[in-house]
């Protein structure tokens, strides 16, 4: 599975006091453009074409939002500073990391 890591923050352990690091892992699913382009009428096709550029052209122009990725959460890792160290991975916002899951253990591969 291929995972972002998308938030790093700091936390305190309420019962040790020691620090540590909340760090959430999530999914980027990518937006698909309809694909139906060239079925129907060339009529369906033509406005088609002509309201996808329209919309092209209102986002170049900031008058209208881009699409998003879609972002799913999968996984949270609450740690101390120890632990992250432990880890031996360096986790950066908005780094990719493809999991691996496999005899009880999770295994971090840079993308």
Do not use: H
Not at 40 to 52: D, K, S
Not at 83 to 92: A, C, F, S, T, W
């Amino acid at each position: 599975m291929r995972v972002r890591v998308y938030r790093v923050s700091s936390y305190t352990d309420p019962e040790t006091g020691r620090p540590g690091k909340v760090i959430e892992l999530v999914e980027v699913r990518r937006i698909q453009q309809a694909s139906a382009l060239g079925a129907g009428p060339e009529e369906y096709v033509m406005a088609q074409r002509l309201l996808q550029s329209l919309m092209a052209q209102l986002q170049s122009m900031g008058l209208m939002p881009p699409q998003r990725d879609i972002i799913i959460p999968k996984i949270t890792l609450i740690l101390t500073e120890e632990e992250y160290d432990l880890l031996g991975v360096k986790l950066e916002v908005n780094e990719e990391f493809d999991i691996e899951f496999s005899d009880g253990k999770i295994t971090f591969k840079p993308v």
